[in-house]
């Protein structure tokens, strides 16, 4: 069982930056791939990207070249570093955690566990 916490959201203007965090607790963290994901209202939960235990990291062509997910593993924690951020950015943020081998990975599907999410706002 891995717990998640996620923290960091808030509101902020088109343009800053932001980071996220993702304190997790449980059974070994590092052995996990570590997933974002957001959920803007009224539609549904959408992949942001993901980093493997080994340290490789993929992003959805949304955010590519402006979100960055990195991993503290002494620390137990992940993070999402969000640049140039847009108002279509603004969604809850959940963190997951599920196999590090995995034939797929960016379904909500593909990952064990959650956290409660994080209120990200951008304003224009």
């Known amino acids: 069982q891995v717990q998640l916490v996620e923290s960091g959201g808030r509101l902020v203007q088109a343009g800053d930056s932001l980071r996220l965090s993702c304190a997790a607790s449980g059974r070994t963290f590092s052995n996990y791939a570590m997933g974002w994901f957001r959920q803007a209202p009224g539609k549904e939960r959408e992949f942001v990207g993901r980093l493997w235990s080994g340290g490789s990291t993929y992003y959805a062509a949304s955010v590519k070249g402006r979100f960055t997910i990195s991993r503290d593993n002494a620390k137990n924690t992940v993070y999402l570093q969000m640049n140039s951020l847009k108002p279509e950015d603004t969604a809850v943020y959940y963190c997951?955690?599920?196999?590090?081998?995995?034939?797929?990975?960016?379904?909500?599907?593909?990952?064990?566990?959650w956290g409660q999410g994080t209120q990200v706002t951008v304003s224009s």
């Open positions: 997951a955690a599920g196999p590090n081998f995995s034939v797929s990975y960016s379904r909500v599907r593909d990952y064990d566990y």
